[in-house]
């Protein structure tokens, strides 16, 4: 039920994710949804492919660090208070939202946002058990 | 002002005979009590009765930090413990650090060298002497307040930081003259202009600034911003502390090095061998006073030159310039001393950390910076709770190391893995963009 996410290491200078891009559109690599957390003085760019396998190696060829990590993507009703009643579950749960960020289609009505959870497995338990949709990680990479 | 002018102002063949007599015996002594001196003369082939003249002394071996490392703690003591009365020692990693020793009668000289350097700044009994080198396990706090008590002036052990208090104790105590880093100099003059302290109508009249190098520019900056006139000290903890030589007010170029205590020989320090006043070398020191740690022939790694053209200020000891520079790849931020070496270490002792770094020494505004590079690894992105988490607390555990182990406050940037340059054969991992 996980997304697979690619995690690249950038230091803040101009260029650096230019050349992500450069490599990754090189080997015809789709990115589905990216976000970008960002300090002082390093990035670190999260992106959901759809090749990951390729995409890491081209990627650790050309020098950079990267991880690969797993996120569970949430389908998020589209009004007012959809964000919330999904929070509401989790927050019930004590489980910890580490970071979160958004894919950018929609699946039907809903929205897309991608979790990463403090206790993944058991998120995922609480999301289902209430009803709400988890989408699985080739849904994502073709959709 | 000549706090012991008899002693200051020898006449050079008076001088050079006690010099004689006082090496004669300290080199007899270490032979007697010192193993590693012993082996040492042995291995070179000398007898302390080889000592006929100052210039025999330049057929003895040399002294290294590095055998004072190996001798670490108390090894080249020349004195049983129970006639120490003070320790202090250089920053170190691993416990490798420098320890000295004084006796009783150490501690005497080196309050009666430093009260030279107070008098040699113009200074007396009526003087209010503001004291921020940093009290502890490094010399110069303690060094210059004992001083300034054998002279009789009123010390105010400020010790180092606090930079707010530290003005507000110079508007209210009034102190004439101030003993600090020339870097924390400016730094004050900064601060109190910033706080609206009117930094040039303090009482202060005067400041003993060493423990770093400086420029004739910073000496000018120093005293326009506190408007004072500022003089250079020298020491170094291995030798004695602060107050190995220092500059008179009347010729304001050169120190005068104490050579009723030590002798100085400058060398190059690529051959070692000894060269002649004038010329730009090593300084190398012998303690010949000096009873619970002396040394011989103490390669100091510091370059400069000497003079011993006769000063207006009628002291006859030889006059050694400012330092422009080392030997060796210590680097000297805000006072604290620290090698490359030094800072590999700590980095290396933390998980995860790639051994390629590299060190950016710079100067912003008036105070040293000391950035370090260091390369990330897979080992760091690979963590659940998010990896700028992991990346920053990385950070700030190098950070903490290298304040608890070597003294110095570091920034530290992660940068891409390979971007740091590779070096065959010896790494320069230092860039030192001061101009000083």
């Known amino acids: ?143 | 002002m000549i706090y012991n002018e008899e002693f200051e102002t020898l006449p050079r063949e008076v001088l050079e005979a006690l010099q004689l007599k006082r090496l004669q015996q300290v080199v007899q002594r270490v032979y007697h009590t010192v193993g590693f001196y012993r082996t040492a003369f042995d291995e070179a082939g000398v007898k302390p009765d080889d000592i006929k003249s100052l210039a025999d002394l330049a057929r003895f071996p040399f002294t290294t930090k590095q055998d004072l490392r190996d001798n670490y703690p108390f090894g080249l003591f020349a004195v049983p413990m129970s006639s120490v009365v003070r320790l202090q020692a250089s920053s170190g990693t691993t416990g490798r650090s420098t320890v000295v020793g004084y006796t009783k009668r150490d501690i005497d000289v080196w309050s009666e060298l430093m009260a030279r350097c107070f008098a040699a700044a113009g200074l007396n009994k009526n003087d209010i002497i503001h004291n921020a080198y940093g009290y502890g396990l490094f010399t110069g706090g303690l060094g210059a307040h004992y001083g300034a008590e054998r002279l009789g002036a009123s010390v105010i052990p400020m010790s180092g930081g606090n930079t707010k208090r530290q003005i507000m104790i110079l508007q209210d105590f009034g102190p004439t003259a101030i003993c600090c880093t020339p870097s924390y100099a400016l730094n004050l003059a900064e601060q109190g202009r910033a706080m609206g302290v009117d930094m040039r109508n303090l009482k202060l009249r005067v400041g003993i600034f060493g423990a770093e190098p400086w420029s004739d520019k910073m000496r000018d900056d120093i005293e326009s911003a506190l408007n004072i006139t500022a003089l250079n000290i020298y020491g170094l903890s291995e030798v004695m502390g602060p107050g190995v030589s220092m500059e008179c007010t009347e010729g304001r170029s050169g120190m005068h090095v104490f050579e009723d205590h030590f002798l100085i020989e400058i060398i190059d320090p690529e051959t070692g061998s000894v060269l002649p006043y004038g010329e730009k070398g090593e300084l190398v020191f012998t303690t010949i006073t000096k009873e619970a740690f002396p040394l011989i022939r103490f390669r100091s790694r510091d370059i400069t030159t000497l003079n011993i053209a006769p000063c207006r200020c009628g002291r006859t000891h030889v006059r050694m310039d400012r330092v422009m520079g080392r030997s060796d790849d210590m680097l000297i931020i805000r006072g604290v001393n620290v090698f490359p070496s030094q800072i590999e270490a700590v980095l290396l002792n933390i998980e995860g950390v790639e051994p390629h770094y590299q060190l950016i020494v710079e100067r912003v505004d008036t105070l040293d910076t000391i950035e370090v590079q260091v390369e990330v690894s897979e080992k760091l992105m690979d963590e659940s709770e998010g990896e700028v988490r992991v990346l920053q607390n990385m950070e700030r555990r190098i950070v903490k190391d290298m304040k608890d182990y070597l003294g110095i406050s570091a920034k530290v940037k992660m940068v891409e893995p390979k971007s740091l340059q590779r070096f065959e054969g010896k790494a320069s991992r230092v860039i030192d963009k001061r101009q000083i």
């Open chain 1, 1 to 143: 039920m996980k997304v697979e996410q690619i995690s690249i290491f950038l230091e803040n200078k101009p260029g650096g994710l230019e050349k992500v891009t450069k490599i990754l559109s090189d080997v015809n690599i789709n990115i589905r949804t990216m976000a970008v957390a960002d300090t002082s003085d390093f990035g670190i760019v999260r992106m959901i492919v759809n090749n990951v396998e390729t995409a890491t190696r081209v990627l650790k060829e050309n020098g950079f660090t990267v991880s690969r990590t797993t996120v569970v993507a949430v389908e998020v009703p589209d009004r007012p208070g959809g964000l919330h009643s999904i929070l509401e579950v989790i927050a019930k749960e004590n489980v910890n939202i580490a970071y979160m960020y958004a894919f950018v289609e929609k699946s039907g009505e809903n929205a897309v946002m991608l979790f990463r959870f403090d206790q993944q497995d058991k998120a995922i338990d609480v999301l289902v058990k209430n009803g709400i949709n988890v989408l699985p990680g080739e849904k994502l990479y073709s959709f």
